[in-house]
Structures are given as structure tokens and as C-alpha cells.
């Protein structure tokens, strides 16, 4: 993990040629400490399933994909202003397309998970254009309808299973590329090896999701973007051109969906369109771990999903009623903590892990040169 | 083959459709406000319904009336105690607050009524009709369904194009610090839009649960069809609106026609098409 | 003295930037008073927060002895304080006697001005009156933004720049109508860039400089100078 320290440096104030230096910051010394402890979490993760459970592997595999979705989704509604309701469309597509390379072309799980990428992201990229005619709040139901047509579509495929759906055999999945070694490194059977080698393509999404977000939220492409957020017409007075940037970031972040679906239908091994393009199960409990952790934060998310994780393992045997109190905990914290969870720890404390926001501060050198200034 | 019985039912569907549409519609136009509860929020009027006709043996027309009021001051209250606080220049809280109150009632509802479904009792009128010449005959259901329609998009353009009221809800749309200045509460302006619009379900409601079988889990597909024949129509107009709900009606007959399995998709792609053909609806309002 | 709007050491605020600093000021019944300042002087923030569009202490404006500095711009219409504001802002979905009507919209007071007067004082406006506010000239805008104004029976009318834009032959015929509206008792402040156009059609004078008055007089008793100076400062 690379927080760089200091990334553009801006020479204010002109004339004397000892003008004090000013640099914009985005890391911090707590940030450069957090990307060391982040480092040593992940190292830990990846040596875990050498002691965990099988229990244990499942739920963190579930904890690893529903995280990269909610950074997915934040990094589209929170910075890119794309509110959607329908990133069920992309999980749905990507677990579709798994099953087709799968079970009709016989390819290898493995390499199927980035073609399911590939065709999420080409969907994505022909209903943008549809899409993006619609005013602000209503591509929100604009992108629910296309995903309730890419189900309806999905469910009109009777070799995959039509409406009710369809397994893959485990005899599909014995070949998967690296399952050998994994069995033998741990001693599994061969379903306890797949979970553990799904697990470490899930925790590996997850962190090149986070990485890639936190890169791209920093970078002048980002900051473009939340300028144009804050205020469409003067971004386009400095020359800030967002609908090329939009455009790409909703294809890239359904490419990214799309391998997300895959892995998790990978480990699901059976596929129904209800479950696979479920509003509730990819985009609502998405959607609730960014809006508890706190939109606009890169570890809201990671706040909101071991939130979700606990909540489910509680109370997700009081079926309806678990949704209930969900909804209501959603609704509270969008008014009465609007920022979610890291948001109001960012307020109280000023603390930033994944620092986003550029810091403007004068270096060393600069003051010193400051002084000298003054002492002339 | 496509018939006149299959365009008939098309446009009778399309009825209920617009009643769907028109109070998504209104407060759209009047506050730029996504409801995404709104599909749930007609499913509850119509549980409503049913709660009052069977519990307490009111008669339905009455029942009606009674619900009406009901989600009037429901709607007036999610507006002043949860809507107002988080309306603003950021689209993202109101539009993640109604998906949230979208999952409590949906789940609420499931918790009460169970997910069996149900089917609100209008007696005889239900199976009558009207027989036309050429053997056709017209279901005296869907047909009142298309008229209510028409009589409720009559009465809400009288409301908006004539009343004060409707000049305020007008006005406040167009700019709404500049319509305080004429003495016009904004807060309440909305309030009261938000009410019709949860009254107007009410009607969507019930023309709806008589002619079909509903559950909880329906919501979000009634929000969607409503969302479709606003675009379809174009958006602020409301007879647009109605055409909307027409043509959707009559895509997704249309469509069952060929291949039952076909009845909803047909929906979302003609929508889709519209999207690509006419992006500003059939009948966009000539607003600047 | 008791004026009909008095105000006492206003200071105002836009989030953490004071626009305003104890401003002094009052407006007595049927009276017609100019406020002239540069660009960015406060002449708008005042105005604004007469009408309630920027909130105050209470106390900081009192019309007719009753506390208004904090109440919102619906209630002060009420009360009988209209403004005209700056740019006109009609609205553009109402046609425009649609525009007059939503004038009278909070009113209980129904004279002297109802449309038929209103018409009256700007005939091209009746001839118009099923138009889109859109399809009209700027002088016709602005007075249509009058008239909706005047549809509420305010005891003070409040102009914010309505020279703005306008031809002057069309600046002229619209403060021609200025006496005929004080014919009823309603006072009046104008605010203006144009400082000669606004002191020849009032009887007292406020000069605001960077949210300060400078200058407060009779324009007959004020020389060039004087205003010269209290308007740039020099």
C-alpha cells in the first residue's frame, strides 16, 4: 500500500525568489501507519485459512465480496454521482456469464471470472448511453429497470437453467486451476480447498477494489469528478469535462462488479435469476454498509460490512423483521448521522486512514525561507 | 395473431398504470423528489384497504374514502417529520431514504399479511361486463380502472392549471426561495404534495388489487411501471403520463401475446426504446 | 420618532462572511427612500433582510413596533413588506397573471391593488395576460414583478435594482408609477446603482459602503461631493 507523502507542488506567491514553498498533501502520518497496519491485516488474511475453519472462510468470503460491492457502489453514487439501484444487473451478468464458460464452454473457473468482468462491462457500456439521458434521481430507477430486463433476459436461457435456475456439478469445478496445490498445501477435501482458494480470489478483488478506488478518488480524474459533483456548471467553467470520466468509471466499476458476481456464484455453485439479479441481496445490504460506514470514506465500507456481518449472524433468523430494523437503522443514520459511522469519527477526531481529501501545508524548507524572508 | 381484444386489454392495463404513475409523477415535478417507496407505498394502501373491508366489515367504497384520508396525512407526515430534513442539493439521502423506508414496508407488510396472496372483494362488479358488438366484451373492472384514470388525471390538471393551490405548487417548483416571498410556506406546499400523492395511490390501489392478486413482495415492480409511463409520457405533463401508462399497457399485452413468459420484458424494452428514440418521452412538457 | 420600519444596528450575516454592520434605518408611511451603493456594498443584503430572506436578531428590524428581523419571508408578507427582487424571478411555468395572482396568494388584504388595478396601472399587461412570462420584454418583466408585488397590499415595497437591464425610456415610464403607488399610504425603497435616477424620485437618501451607511440625508441637501465620497469611499 503507497501513501504517497507529498504529490503536486505548488509554488504560491510570486516575485522574491525565497517566496515560501506549499505543498498538497494527501497522506498523513497516521495514514502512513494505517497502510502498514492494512499491510500486516492483509498478510494475516492471506495465512488464515491455514488455522480458520470452514465456517469462518465462507463468512469472510461473503464479508470480502459484499465490501468490494459497497466500495463499488460508493465510489459510483458517493464520488461519480451515479446513484444506482441497479448493480444487482452487473453480480447477476458476471454470475451468468461464469455459468455459461463453465458449464457450456468448458472453460476454467478461474479465467472465466474476468470474462464475466468483460461482459458486465460491455453491457455496461451500451446502457450508459440510455441511461445517462435520465435526470439525476431517476437514473436510479432507470438502472433497476435494466437490471430487471437483464434478469428477465437471463431467465429466457433454458440451457442455464431458465427461471428456476441450475447448479454446477462439482465434477464442473475439480479441474479449477490451483485447487491440487491448495488441497495439498492444508490437506482439504476438494470442496474445503475451493472455498479457500474462492477466498483468496475474493480478499484479492477486495483489495485491489479498495487500492484501486483510493488511487483513483486521489487522482486528478477524482477530484474532476467531486468538483463537478459540488457544482456541475463551475467545473465546466475551469474546463473539468466529467461525462467521458462518468462514462468510463460506470464501465469500469460494472467490469469490477461483474468479477465480484463470478466469484460469488463460483462459491454459491447454483444460480437462479431471482437470487443472481436480487435488488436486496447486491444492492440494498450494499447500499446500507455504505450508508452506515459512511459515504465518501474509504473505510466507511469496511465499517459497514463487519456492521452487516454482525447483524446477519444475530439476526438474520428473524427473516422480515431483520430487513425491517435494517431499513430503519438506514433511514436513522441518514439523519441523524448523515456521514455514517467514519464520517463522525472524521468530524470528532479529525482522524483519516485513507486520507482523500488534499491537505495545503508549507514545508520546512519553505518556512525557513519564510523566515529569512522576514529577517531581510 | 394480435387482435382488437388484445389492444382493448392493453389500453385498460394501461389505466391502471397512469393511476401507478401520477403520484410519483406530482411530487417529482414538484420537488424533483424520487420516491422509491412508492411502489410499496400503493401496496400498503392497498393492505389498507383490505384491512378495513374485512376486519371491520366496511364496505369498499367507504373504505376507500377512509384510506384515502389516512395516507393523505401519512404522506403530509413522512414529508414534515423525514423527507424535509434531508432534501437538498445532494440527490443521494432522499433517494437512499425512501429505498430504506422501500425495505420496511415491504418487509413490514410481510410480517403482517404473511406472503400469501390476497385480493381486495368488490363482489359482482369484479366478474361483470360490458359486451361490446363483434363478440368482444369489456371487464367493467379494468374499464372503470381506465376511466378513473382519466377523471383523476381531469382533476389534477384542474387543481394545478386552475387553483391557487396548483399556481403555488407551480411556482414553488419553478424557484422555490422566491416563492416564499409571495407568502407561500414551501414546507407545507411540499407536505401537502407528498399527501395527494400517497391519496392518489390509494385510487391506484384499489383499481389495481380488484383486478389482480398482490403480495408484498410486489412494490418494487408497481414503482417501476409507474416509472416507465412518466418517461414513456414525458416528463411534467400529465395527460403524457396517462399515453405513458397506454403504451405500456399495451406493450406488455402485446408482448404476453406472443410469448407469456414475455408480458413484463416487452414493458422494460419499450421503454427502452423510448429512452433511445424520444430520451424527453412522447409528450414532454413544453416548459422551458 | 415611531416609523413604520425601523431598523437598529442590523449586522448580517452570509454563513461566516458579514455583509452588514449596524445599519441604521428607517421608513416612515408613504415615504419613498433610496438606498445607492457600489457593487457589494449590502444594498440587496439589506433589502434581503427586510423581507426575511436572511435572518436576524428579532429585535434588529421592527415593522409597525413588531419584532420581525427573525421571522420567515412568508410571515413578513403577510404582514404587508413585499419585495420586488433583484433580476425580477418571475416564475416561468405561470403565465402571467397567473404571476400577479400567486402575488396575492398569502394576502388577506384585497385594496387598493387587485388585477383589475394592477392592469390598470400597466395596461400592455392585460393585453398579455395569457402569455408565458418567457415571451415578454424585460420592461414588461419587470412590470409584471411589480404588479405581483403590489398584489399583496404591502405598506412597504421593497425595489431591488429594477433599472437593471432596461432601456431608460423604460426605466423612466416605471418610476413614473412610483407616486401613484405612494397615492396609497405604501412607502417605498428603491435600490439603485443608478444614483441620480434614484434620487430624483425619493425624499431621503441611505448611502452603504462595504456594509456601512456613509452617508444618510435629504437629496437636495447633499452635494455631489459629499455623496461622491461616501459612495467610492475616496
Redesign the interface.
Known amino acids: 500500500m503507497s501513501v504517497t507523502a507529498a504529490r503536486d507542488k505548488v509554488e504560491i506567491g510570486r516575485g522574491a525568489g525565497a517566496a515560501p514553498l506549499w505543498q498538497v498533501r494527501v497522506g498523513t502520518p497516521l495514514s502512513r501507519a494505517a497502510a502498514i497496519g492494512a499491510l500486516a491485516v492483509v498478510v494475516a488474511l492471506v495465512l488464515l485459512p491455514a488455522v480458520a475453519s470452514r465456517n469462518l472462510i465462507q463468512d469472510l468470503i461473503f464479508v470480502f465480496t459484499m465490501l468490494a460491492l459497497a466500495q463499488l457502489w460508493n465510489v459510483l453514487a458517493g464520488w461519480g454521482g451515479l446513484v444506482s439501484v441497479g448493480q444487482q444487473a452487473f453480480v447477476g451478468l458476471g454470475a451468468y456469464a461464469l455459468f455459461a464458460g463453465v458449464v457450456t464452454l468448458g472453460i476454467d473457473p478461474v479465467f472465466t471470472i474476468p470474462l464475466a468482468g468483460l461482459l458486465a462491462a460491455v453491457v455496461a457500456a451500451v446502457l450508459g448511453p440510455l441511461l445517462f439521458r435520465l435526470e439525476g434521481p431517476y437514473f436510479a430507477i432507470g438502472s433497476w429497470v435494466a437490471a430487471e430486463a437483464l434478469r428477465l433476459i437471463c431467465a429466457q436461457f433454458k440451457t442455464l437453467g431458465g427461471g428456476t435456475g441450475m447448479s454446477i456439478s462439482p465434477s464442473d469445478l475439480s479441474q479449477m486451476i490451483g485447487l491440487k496445490s491448495a488441497q495439498a498445501l492444508f490437506g482439504l477435501r476438494p470442496a474445503a480447498a475451493r472455498d479457500v482458494l474462492i477466498y483468496w480470489i475474493a480478499l484479492l478483488l477486495a483489495v485491489a477494489v479498495t487500492l484501486g478506488i483510493t488511487a483513483f478518488v486521489r487522482s486528478r480524474m477524482g477530484l474532476a469528478l467531486a468538483a463537478s459533483r459540488d457544482n456541475a456548471a463551475a467545473a465546466r467553467s475551469v474546463g473539468v469535462r466529467t461525462g467521458r470520466i462518468r462514462y468510463l468509471l460506470w464501465i469500469v466499476v460494472a467490469f469490477a462488479t461483474g468479477m465480484v458476481g463470478a466469484v460469488v456464484y463460483l462459491q454459491k455453485a447454483r444460480i437462479s435469476p431471482d437470487a443472481a439479479f436480487s435488488v436486496t441481496d447486491w444492492t440494498a445490504y450494499v447500499i446500507f454498509i455504505v450508508v452506515i460506514g459512511g459515504v465518501r470514506t474509504i473505510e466507511g465500507p469496511m465499517i459497514g460490512v463487519l456492521t452487516l456481518w454482525g447483524l446477519i449472524t444475530y439476526l438474520a433468523q428473524y427473516g422480515s423483521l431483520y430487513l425491517v430494523v435494517l431499513g430503519i437503522i438506514a433511514i436513522l443514520i441518514m439523519l441523524f448521522m448523515p456521514k455514517g459511522v467514519w464520517g463522525e469519527i472524521e468530524r470528532r477526531w479529525g482522524i483519516r486512514l485513507f486520507p482523500t481529501q488534499r491537505v495545503l501545508s508549507r514545508t520546512s524548507c519553505g518556512s525557513d525561507l519564510a523566515k529569512n524572508d522576514l529577517a531581510k | 395473431m394480435i387482435g382488437l381484444d388484445t389492444v382493448i386489454e392493453g389500453v385498460l392495463l394501461g389505466g391502471v398504470y397512469a393511476l401507478f404513475a401520477l403520484g410519483l409523477s406530482l411530487i417529482f415535478g414538484i420537488m424533483r423528489l424520487v420516491n422509491l417507496a412508492h411502489g410499496d407505498l400503493i401496496l400498503l394502501a392497498a393492505y389498507l384497504v383490505l384491512s378495513v373491508t374485512t376486519v371491520l366489515g366496511i364496505p369498499l367504497l367507504v373504505a376507500t374514502l377512509l384510506v384515502v384520508v389516512v395516507m393523505f396525512v401519512a404522506g403530509f407526515a413522512l414529508q414534515r417529520l423525514v423527507l424535509e430534513r434531508v432534501l437538498g442539493d445532494d440527490i443521494l439521502p432522499p433517494l437512499l431514504v425512501t429505498f430504506g423506508l422501500s425495505i420496511v414496508i415491504q418487509n413490514g407488510l410481510l410480517l403482517v399479511y404473511g406472503a400469501d396472496s390476497r385480493r381486495l372483494q368488490a363482489g359482482a362488479f369484479e366478474s361483470s361486463s360490458v359486451t361490446l358488438g363483434g363478440g368482444l366484451s369489456i371487464g367493467l373492472a379494468p374499464l372503470t380502472a381506465l376511466l378513473t384514470a382519466i377523471v383523476a388525471v381531469a382533476l389534477l390538471q384542474l387543481v394545478f392549471y386552475r387553483t391557487s393551490l396548483g399556481r403555488a405548487f407551480r411556482a414553488t417548483s419553478d424557484n422555490p426561495q422566491i416563492a416564499q416571498l409571495m407568502g407561500i410556506n414551501e414546507r407545507s406546499v411540499y407536505a401537502i404534495a407528498v399527501g395527494i400523492s400517497l391519496a392518489v395511490s390509494v385510487i391506484a390501489a384499489i383499481t389495481f388489487g380488484i383486478r389482480a392478486n398482490f403480495d408484498p413482495s410486489i412494490g418494487p415492480a408497481r414503482l417501476l411501471y409507474a416509472f416507465e409511463a412518466v418517461i414513456i409520457g414525458g416528463l411534467g405533463s400529465l395527460w403524457g403520463t396517462l399515453v405513458g401508462g397506454i403504451v405500456l399497457g399495451l406493450a406488455q399485452t402485446i408482448g404476453a401475446r406472443i410469448n407469456p413468459e414475455w408480458q413484463i420484458l416487452s414493458g422494460h424494452l419499450a421503454f427502452l426504446a423510448v429512452l433511445m428514440v424520444r430520451p424527453r418521452g412522447l409528450f414532454p412538457s413544453r416548459r422551458p | 420618532m415611531t416609523a413604520l420600519l425601523n431598523v437598529t444596528a442590523l449586522d448580517a450575516f452570509y454563513g461566516d462572511f458579514q455583509a452588514l454592520f449596524g445599519i441604521d434605518f428607517e421608513l416612515g408611511a408613504g415615504e419613498a427612500v433610496a438606498v445607492i451603493g457600489a457593487n457589494g456594498a449590502g444594498k440587496s443584503t439589506l433589502l434581503k433582510s427586510l423581507?426575511?430572506?436572511v435572518r436576524n436578531r428579532p429585535d434588529a428590524v421592527r415593522f409597525a413596533g413588531r419584532p420581525i428581523g427573525d421571522s420567515?419571508?412568508?410571515?413578513i408578507?403577510?404582514l404587508g413588506l413585499?419585495?420586488v427582487?433583484e433580476g425580477r424571478?418571475l416564475?416561468?411555468?405561470?403565465t402571467v397573471e397567473?404571476n400577479l395572482?400567486?402575488?396575492a396568494?398569502?394576502?388577506e388584504r384585497t385594496s387598493p391593488w387587485d388585477l383589475s388595478s394592477v392592469y390598470r396601472m400597466f395596461p400592455v399587461l392585460r393585453e398579455r395576460r395569457r402569455s408565458s412570462v418567457?415571451e415578454l420584454s424585460g420592461g414588461q418583466q419587470q412590470m409584471v414583478a411589480i404588479g405581483?408585488a403590489l398584489m399583496?397590499n404591502p405598506s412597504v415595497l421593497l425595489c431591488d435594482e429594477i433599472s437593471l437591464g432596461l432601456a431608460p425610456i423604460i426605466v423612466e415610464d416605471i418610476y413614473r408609477m412610483l407616486p401613484r403607488i405612494r397615492e396609497h399610504g405604501t412607502g417605498i425603497v428603491v435600490v439603485e446603482q443608478d444614483i441620480a435616477r434614484a434620487l430624483r424620485s425619493t425624499d431621503r437618501f441611505y448611502c452603504l459602503q462595504e456594509g456601512r451607511v456613509t452617508l444618510t440625508g435629504r437629496p437636495a441637501d447633499a452635494s455631489q461631493d459629499a455623496i461622491h465620497s461616501a459612495y467610492f469611499g475616496t
Open positions: 423581507a426575511g430572506l420567515q419571508a412568508a410571515s408578507v403577510r413585499a419585495l427582487p424571478q416564475f416561468p411555468s405561470l397567473e395572482l400567486i402575488g396568494f398569502g394576502g418567457t405581483r399583496s
